[in-house]
């Protein structure tokens, strides 16, 4: 059977390259795709963003919930903590 | 009659400057601060010497000691360049002003015992004259320092050095109901009383460092990683536990600042030694040397300052010190 996808849309600015580029550091098998004003990055049955990553790369403490500013839409099962937010589908 | 609405994409020529898609490559939006940082201070086509050291270029990488391949090498980890700084102290000003505003409106000073405004007068307000030896010397860097990388972090650190020498002259007024009497008294004791003569010796034979890199060590990774640790965190913590609870919470700035700070000279530190044995050696004697110095002139006010055993505050934060940067490969 084929895995199913979860993706993430953000608007595609300033605040969100950096979410984008700790989404493909830590997904490998996460792809990104351009779509005018949008990043759209879709990944085989899960995806997460880690906030350390994150952190890392703006070179300040950032919070998870400031996703929420840049965030169009997403699909899959949320799995969120202080420290990740991760997408999947949740097994039955 | 029917609508076909379409979107079109136009992409940009370029994504970001020339000079930081030779860094960062091509197809790549760079980020502010790269923006901001990289190759941004000229490195040809200096047309005159400067008159007053003739020996130099303008921007000249002869004037260290330190040989560095390249000299954009180093990466702030807090990526401050003027936008992100400026925000970043805005915040932390607002925090320190609510505090200060709470202690007075709440009188938390006029609780404080007499024993721990004393200190106050005696062991923080003279130290209102280290920051600014400090400001002069992050000064000297940014003037003869090679690379937006280093001199526009050190342009930053000096206006904090004012900053944190302002929350200090504050406290004092606070302490002092507003009369000037501390703080002539505390320049009075850094000019002349016995405890503070070594320090300040120190702090002027920093003044006369030519190499700027040496400046550097001296001043923003030994001195301040001696000292702040020492008074910010033990001393203000022991006069926390004598009642003064006011001041720790009036001097948190410098402790944030402080922790803020060590991650920039840590990243510097590393990527300094990691680039040659002969940085590293150079490095490590340079530490070697100003910890040494500094800690034996601290002694004589951590002895004064402490109930307890203040020299041995000083081992203990000399000893962190050389930990910290021998994580980060230097030989101490």
Known sequence: MMTDNVFLILQDNEDARPIVEAIEQDNQNAKVEYIPGLIRIESPGSLTVHRDSVSELIGRDWDIQELHLNLVSLSGNIDEDDDYIKLAWATK | MSLDISTKAIKPVRLTYDQVARRIGENKAGSRYQEATYDIQPTTNFHYRPLWDPRYEVFDTSRTAIVMQDWYAFHDPRQYYYGTYTMARA???EVAEKNFSFVEKRGLLDTAPHIVKQKVRDFLTPLRHVEWGANMNNCFITDTGYGTAITQVTMFNSIDRLGIAQYLTRLCLLVDENETTGIDKAKEDWLSRDIWQELRHVVEDIFVIEDWFETMVAQNIVMDGLIYPL?????AGEMMHEGGSAIVMLTEFMNEWQQETVRWTNAL??????ESDANKD???QWVAHWSDRITEALKPI????FSGDGELFVQE??????ERLSKQGLKV
């Open chain 2, 269 to 274: 530190v590393k990527v300094t030694a990691q």
């Open chain 2, 282 to 284: 150079l490095l490590s």
């Open chain 2, 302 to 305: 951590s002895a004064e300052a």
């Open chain 2, 91 to 93: 915040k932390q000003q």
């Open chain 2, 317 to 322: 934060v000399k000893q962190d010190l050389l």
């Open chain 2, 231 to 235: 008074i910010y965190d033990r001393l």
